[in-house]
């Protein structure tokens, strides 16, 4: 799936026309390509699926665990279609730290919508349905 130099095959989930891209950034995502042959976002189409990523439970500090979130945000937004991400962030200053970024990247529409799921997951949608 993954090419070399940073740049990746990327299947138009509409159509099924395959192009080969560099890899995006979804801070980008309102300047995203679309497909050659039936003018459809290449990364905004979504297939309804949810990843669930951990970031509290491996001794992370803080800043790892917003990394963590960050590569995972990228990873699933240049290699899937997937809807939402339902992050494990336990209770305490993980938690807090990343609704605090989450709160900003919302704000800048670089995610769409933030869900507190309840008191140690939090629920990020990136693309819609
Ligand atoms: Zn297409």
């Known amino acids: 799936m993954q090419a070399g130099f940073g740049g990746l095959e990327r299947d138009c989930l509409v159509c099924g026309m395959p192009h080969a891209l560099s890899r995006p950034d979804i801070r980008d995502r309102h300047r995203q390509p679309v497909c050659d042959k039936c003018d459809s976002p290449l990364f905004e189409a979504s297939d309804g699926s949810t990843e669930v990523i951990d970031i509290a439970h491996q001794h992370e500090t803080v800043a790892e665990a ?31 730290a990343l609704l605090a970024e989450l709160n900003f990247l919302q704000q800048q529409g670089t995610v769409l919508d933030v869900l507190s799921e309840n008191r140690g997951a939090v629920r990020v949608v990136i693309r819609r349905e």
């Open 66 to 96: 917003l990394v963590k979130f960050e590569e995972a945000l990228q990873y699933f937004w240049g290699l899937h279609y997937t809807q939402q991400l339902r992050v494990i962030t336990g209770g305490g200053r993980i938690r807090d």
